[in-house]
């Protein structure tokens, strides 16, 4: 199994097009955009972040420069949270609690970061694309097919302007021959098995197209 991909693209920016719907939206609407914005801000200042910390590395080791990316957006999503309002409290306890499960799968993750990427692996000591999603979410007693189109079909379908940590993306066959899937981590960034490189982390941009699903299991 071969799959295409690109090197490392800059994270998208805000647009003039947001600001205006911000600005033009009814209430509720507004809403929404805020915390699309919101997201986009963390994810250009994690982005930011995460390149300092690489460029100091002096290494192309994917490997070293996952742990590098672990260790930023670990950080930054431990980093205090904005005062948030009274109106905002349920929405924010359901958020922290999403959140705190997006945590747990980047926590098992990680542990996988440099095994060797094997066609049907399913264990440490080699996994797939599939294999790598479906390994990390049993630990979470969650049982996932290991198939990747399978796998884009699991759970419940949400938007990328909505995606969280620990959603799965997916890519169709195209990006090899049985598609791709990846686990988001946040700030644009994925972790994954890839062909000739293992369980890496990269920006979502780097697999060279966007998803063609996100799928939320917890």
Known sequence: MQI?????QAAAIFSLT?????TSVVPSQASEVQTVAETQAESQLLNQRIDAAVADLHTDDPAVVSAAIVQVVEEQAEEPQAQRSAQ???????ADASAGSGAQVLSIGKKYLGVPY?????????????????????????????QSQEQATVGRAVS??????????????????????????????IIHAVPGQGVIVTSVAWVGSAPDAVRRVL
């Open 4 to 8: 295409s991909l690109k090197a490392p």
């Open 18 to 22: 947001a600001v205006f719907l911000f």
């Open 88 to 94: 905002n409290a349920s929405a924010d306890t359901a």
């Open 118 to 146: 094997v066609f049907g692996g399913f264990s440490p000591s080699g996994l797939d694309c599939s294999g790598f999603v479906a390994y990390v979410y049993q630990q979470m007693g969650i049982s996932l097919p290991h």
């Open 160 to 189: 990328m302007a909505s995606v969280q940590p620990g959603d799965i993306l997916s890519w169709k066959p195209g990006v090899g021959p049985t598609g791709h899937v990846a686990i988001y981590i946040g700030g644009g960034q």
